[in-house]
Structure formats: structure tokens, C-alpha cells
């Protein structure tokens, strides 16, 4: 096929291609900023208890914070405070080490990009006019715009010739959602706030959209509060999370691991599921593990599994082999080595062991200070 007169072929290359990222990084100028909150709360007018009570916590720059907790918790409150859609009741929240307070509400606006479930297109603008809303508020030149207009699309995996006149009712969900990160990306902010953004997308595409987005933020490492009620949601997209309880109290800020390792309460424990030693294996790819030497007789017959895919994976098929162990293959079909059941387990046991090592360290750091 001769594609030397579309513009696709001109341009830089379209969705992220793993290889591809660090080329395409080093293209793309981006911010990100420390976001602190300090001892928030908010009491909504007429309500006795607090939406959100005392919360603190610091998300470090072009990190992903997940924020989870059960309806009602507090999640979407606490989002409406960070960009003051909402006054806050006390406390104090610091984006790039300023109060943003003191900052004039429209103009922070503008510097923080929202994503929400609803997208909130504006149906009567096309694809491209959408994306342009926040340059456009800052005044850009029309041609700084356009070319942000087509880079964005390229970065969403859209054919920008194709895509920039559509309308969103033109639109499946969630290629709708891919506009809206899209929009809330323009004027590249320090911030994004995504509150549920693929909550209403169906599960096969909701764990597309998840893998794009991971693939967006390698490249744009933007700070993202990310909302969700979905544990699974938050330990797949998050490098930390918030887990809330009612009142919008914290129940555990950790990372992924540690929340499934150590959850600090019954609650927290609960709200993790059951399953969390399963959950913790997703953690973790088969190419991270040590693995044992190929055997040329057994690996003939045996089932294969990607070096990126996670243990959990591997273990549903060493499962589904009736125990036997599985090769493990780099990208061009290379046999890397044998995972077996045993290796798994020799993995949980070391991983239990570092973190039992951690904790002791850190309550031995704790005492000194005690006693210092
Ligand atoms: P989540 O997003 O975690 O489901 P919300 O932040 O929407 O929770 O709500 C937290 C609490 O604050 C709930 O009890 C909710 O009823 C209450 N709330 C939310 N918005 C308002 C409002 N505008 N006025 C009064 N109460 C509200
Ligand atoms: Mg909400």
C-alpha cells in the first residue's frame, strides 16, 4: 500500500508502540506538580457529619494516586476541593508547593485537567473544537492550537483527518472517554483529576482504555488523582492508593503491595477482598521471576506464556496444564526458562519475608527515635 500522501505518515508515530515511548517522550514537553493535601475537611451546608474529615496526604509529581473507597466515601468531594468547584471547610491543599487557595478559581481551572464518567463533551463541537476548549480560553495562536489538536488525537490512537470533525453522539463510549483525556491533556497541566473515568464502559473495553491510559501516562507522567470504587481498578492504575472509609477518613495510604501485604484494619482488609493474596500476583510479571533452566524434553510439550504476562496469569495456566509448569517466552518466541508452581511459592515466601524485614526495621527505626 502507498501511504506517501497521507498525513499519517508525516506525522510522529500514532498510539503508543511499546519501543516507541522513549522517542516519543522525548517529543512531548510535559509538567507535573506535587499535590498536598493538609488536614482537609469539608462539611457540606446543612449536614451534620463531614464528607470529608482531616484527610492528608502528598502525591509526588507525575505519580498516579488512586482514590478508593465505598460510595459516599468522600472521593468525589475530595476532587471538587483539590480544583475549588467546592469552598473547603479547613485545611489547606498545595499544588507545586502553593495553596491553591489563593490561586483565582477560574484560572486554577485551567490548570487542572478533569476527566468524568459523563465525559462532559460539548455535543454541539467536533472532536477537535472539544480538545481546544482550554488553548483556546488561553488565548494560543490558532496555529499552536491545531497542532496540539493533531498531536493529541496521534497520542489517543486517532486518525486526526478522520476523527477531528466527528461529533461526539459519532462516537462509541469509549472513544468518548479517549476524547475527554485527550481535552483535559491540552494545555498540558500539571493535574489531572479523573473521577471514575471508565466506570461506565463495558469490561473489555474499560481494560483497554486502563492499558492505553498506562501506556498515555509512561509517556506524559502527569500527578493524576484517579478515582474509582473498583479495587482492582485502583491496584491496576495506581502507584499509591487511598483507601477512604465513610466520613472520608483515611483508612490506608500505601502502595498496591503494601495495601495487599499489610492492610492496616479489618476494614481495609475487607474492602481488599478475600482474595488478596491472589490480587498480589498480579502484581508482579513472569519475566521479574527467577526461573528454572529449560528442559528440552518437557519444554517441547509445554503450554507457553509471555515474559510481561503477571504471575496470576501464569498460574491460571499452570492450573490449566493440570500443574505442569509452563515456558516462558520473550516477544520473538524465545524460551526464557520454566515457571513452576514451586517458584510461585518460593516467591510469595521471599516477598512475605522482605516485608516482614521492612516492618521490623521500620518499628526499630520508630523506637529509637522514642527513645532518642
Ligand atoms: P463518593 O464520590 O465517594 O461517592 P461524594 O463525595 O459524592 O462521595 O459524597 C460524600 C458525602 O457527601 C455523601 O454523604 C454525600 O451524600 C454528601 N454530599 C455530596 N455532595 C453534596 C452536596 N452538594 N450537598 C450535601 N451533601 C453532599
Ligand atoms: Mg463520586
Not at 466520613?247 to 476494614?267: K, M, N, S, V, W
Request: aromatic residues 4%; hydrophobic residues 40%; charged residues 25%.
Amino acid at each position: 500500500m502507498d501511504t506517501s500522501h497521507t498525513a499519517h505518515n508525516e506525522g510522529p508515530s500514532a498510539f503508543a508502540k511499546p519501543g516507541e515511548q522513549g522517542s516519543k517522550a522525548a517529543q512531548l514537553e510535559s509538567k507535573a506538580a506535587e499535590l498536598e493535601l493538609q488536614r482537609v475537611s469539608k462539611r457540606y451546608d446543612g449536614q451534620r457529619e463531614p464528607a470529608i474529615g482531616d484527610l492528608s496526604f502528598t502525591v509526588p509529581a507525575g505519580e498516579v494516586c488512586v482514590l478508593v473507597g465505598p460510595s459516599g466515601s468522600g472521593k468525589t468531594t475530595a476532587m471538587r476541593l483539590i480544583n475549588r468547584m467546592i469552598s473547603i471547610t479547613s485545611g489547606d491543599i498545595l499544588l507545586g508547593g502553593s495553596s491553591v487557595l489563593e490561586r483565582d478559581a477560574r484560572e486554577l481551572r485551567r490548570e487542572i485537567g478533569y476527566v468524568i464518567q459523563q465525559t462532559g463533551l460539548f455535543p454541539h463541537q467536533t472532536v477537535g473544537e472539544n480538545i481546544a476548549t482550554v488553548p483556546g480560553l488561553l488565548g494560543w495562536p490558532k496555529q499552536r492550537i491545531a497542532d496540539r489538536v493533531h498531536e493529541l488525537l496521534e497520542l489517543i490512537g486517532f486518525d486526526p483527518e478522520e476523527m477531528a470533525g466527528r461529533y461526539p453522539a459519532q462516537l462509541s463510549g469509549g472513544q468518548r472517554q479517549r476524547v475527554g483525556v485527550a481535552r483535559a491533556l491540552a494545555a498540558d497541566p500539571p493535574l489531572m483529576l479523573m473521577d471514575e473515568p471508565f466506570g461506565a464502559i463495558d469490561p473489555i473495553n474499560r481494560a483497554r482504555l486502563q492499558d492505553e491510559f498506562l501506556a498515555l501516562q509512561r509517556m506524559v507522567k502527569k500527578t493524576i488523582v484517579f478515582v474509582t470504587h473498583d479495587i482492582d481498578e485502583a491496584i491496576k492504575m495506581g502507584d499509591r492508593i487511598v483507601i477512604l472509609r465513610d466520613g472520608g477518613q483515611l483508612a490506608q495510604y500505601d502502595t498496591p503491595r503494601e495495601i495487599l501485604i499489610h492492610p492496616a484494619d479489618d476494614f481495609v482488609a475487607q474492602f481488599v477482598g478475600a482474595d488478596r493474596g491472589i490480587k498480589r500476583l498480579s502484581l508482579t510479571t513472569v519475566g521479574e521471576l527467577k526461573l528454572a533452566a529449560p528442559e528440552s524434553v518437557t519444554q517441547a510439550q509445554a503450554a507457553t506464556v509471555p515474559a510481561q504476562a503477571s504471575v496470576k496469569d501464569a498460574l491460571s495456566a499452570i492450573l490449566t496444564a493440570g500443574g505442569e509448569a509452563v515456558s516462558v517466552v520473550d516477544p520473538d518466541g524465545r524460551v526464557l526458562g520454566m515457571l513452576t508452581l514451586g517458584l510461585i511459592e518460593q516467591m510469595l515466601v521471599a516477598e512475605t519475608a522482605q516485608a516482614a524485614h521492612e516492618a521490623s526495621v521500620e518499628a526499630a527505626a520508630c523506637s529509637s527515635e522514642v527513645s532518642a
